[in-house]
């Protein structure tokens, strides 16, 4: 069994391996856009042979290149190697491939989440949704600044329909600049919703063609909040949420888990580590202020806390617990409810964050 270390970048990627004593037996270095070359030299080794390579954004077409033709292909998690490299050793392509295959020799590589085959294009899909979204939100702010400059009643809604009937009431009161620039951003929200509409068609047809993520989906939308967009966010970017054993590994995988300092007895508990997916975190904290306006015991729950801490860092435990009781009602897999309450029937609760 050969071990290979991977260190990827744009244009190149630089492998070391090792034999099964654990001596290095050979060095390369590829270039990346020869993908034909990369797929010869990994046949060259042998169908018997493990590979790392350190996570970043781009790693998926070498995932999907390499995987078939290797025995196991592992996925490094980067934020927990930097403990792992020697102190004052010059980092170099070769040194941290040389890194990557000796700690998966010796089975010490810290390893990241790697989305199945299957859910890999509806969590990109979800990501592209999310920042369509955000876009068009974005659009719909600067035209209402717009009117509010002009002193001018816009309606409460800006979609591209309102907008539109709105400009064309208003179109004497504005002048040629503010005009060009309301239509443009007219038609900039007129596209952003057609693409919006696109991509959740796309998002509801993966999730249907899925039964036990459909089921899964149900279940979380019972969860005070939790609207479809969430819950779908939160099983794409988790994975699995059963594959956590405790509440305190799936908070450290979400980045909503304190960074914590401690010397003999004084421990000293900072900021969330906000080392797992942004968009998860966003989409939870926003679901957790739909919660607190529509749920009694969600508000409680973050009076209690903000009464402490302060309205922010309340919002984001609250957000915690929301993922906690997501991970809950998948093990249990019952819907939500609170101790005080029945078990209910298997329905949406109604509320959600949308955009």
Known sequence: MKTIGVDLHKDSLTLVVLDDQGVVIQR??????CRHRIREWFASCGPHCQVAVESVGFYQWF???????VTKLVLADPAALKALRPPKQAKTDRKDAELLARLLFEGRLPTAFVPSRALQPVRELVRHRHSVSRALARERRQLRWLSLKMNLPGPKQLTSDAAQKWLLAQDEKLSAAQRLISRQRLDQIGALERQLADVERL???AVAADPSLGQRVTLLESIPGIGRCVAITILVETGDLTRFDTTDQLGAYAGLAPRVSQSADTVHHGHISKMGPPVLRWVLQQAAWVAIRCDAHARQIWLRISRKAGQKRAIVALARK????????????????????????LTSAGWSYCI
């Open 322 to 345: 929301l993922l906690i009781y997501a991970w809950s009602v998948c093990r249990r897999n019952q819907p939500f409810h609170w101790p005080d309450q029945p078990v209910p029937e």
């Open 203 to 205: 998002i509801d047809a």
């Open 63 to 69: 995932w999907d290149l390499v995987q078939p033709q």
């Open 28 to 33: 390369d270095k590829l270039p990346t856009k």
